[in-house]
């Protein structure tokens, strides 16, 4: 089993339809989670960034996280066709300069 | 927000020349800094985690010495690619992270290196 499991997609939406990304991991250690947007070409960029359990809310996302579960979610509101892009959960643990661990992100359309 | 700043965003040159790209964090300081390779429609694999001062602790099947990493500053890390081949054209992308357990992880927006 991978540390890391995300659905490669793609996944196609109407515009303003509301759109749950999800992952799921192995490992209890993970403490800080993070969701990331990658454009193609461009590096990736920080949408949210939480520790621990719980919901963190900005703007048309919400990113939730469930410790008991191993799960972690990202809703994107009122999705636009900007926002079609690979998304990508990473996750760490909480002790030094432990590296990300990256699901294999998500390819999301968001069709006009 | 943070930014990191990647430079050169592309190069193409011939087999055997090498090639340095450097990493910048702007608006923080940068303890740890990561390079990454990335495929197409694939995830991130990293190569490597460098601490300013420190010599870099690469990933397993990364060579060092084919891929040389300097973090002289708490700004700037590069990544020289030496005598590069083709195979070794790929997507190149460096992430920092600043002091403490909790900061986040920012990203360049990569560099496209094609070994002709």
């Known amino acids: 089993q991978k540390e890391v499991e995300q659905d490669p997609g793609p996944l196609s939406v109407p515009e303003g339809a509301i759109v749950s990304l999800n992952c799921t991991y192995s490992n209890s250690a993970f403490q800080y989670f993070m969701w990331y947007r990658q454009y193609s070409r461009k590096g990736p960029e920080l949408l949210m960034y939480?520790?621990?359990?719980g919901n963190k809310e900005d703007g048309r996302f919400t990113a939730q996280v469930d410790k008991s579960s191993k799960y972690i979610s990202l809703f994107i509101r009122d999705s636009q066709p900007s926002d079609s892009a690979t998304y990508l959960c990473a996750m760490r643990r909480n002790s030094g300069n432990t590296p990300l661990v990256f699901g294999k992100g998500t390819r999301l359309s968001v069709i006009a | 927000g943070a930014v990191v700043s990647q430079h050169p965003s592309r190069v193409i040159c011939k087999s055997g020349t090498s090639v340095k790209i450097e990493c910048r964090s702007l608006d923080f300081q940068a303890t740890t800094m990561f390079w990454y390779r990335q495929f197409p429609k694939q995830s991130l694999m990293l190569m490597a985690t460098?601490?300013?001062?420190?010599?870099?602790?690469?990933e397993q099947g990364v060579e060092k010495d084919k891929f040389l990493i300097n973090h002289a500053s708490l700004t700037l890390s590069t990544l020289t690619v030496t005598s590069a081949h083709p195979e070794d054209s790929s997507f190149y992308i460096c992430?920092?992270?600043?002091?403490?357990?909790?900061?986040?992880?920012?990203f360049g927006d990569g560099t496209r290196l094609s070994i002709l």
């Open positions: 939480t520790y621990s359990s």
């Open positions: 460098s601490n300013e001062g420190s010599k870099a602790t690469y």
């Open positions: 992430s920092a992270r600043g002091e403490g357990a909790g900061q986040p992880q920012h």
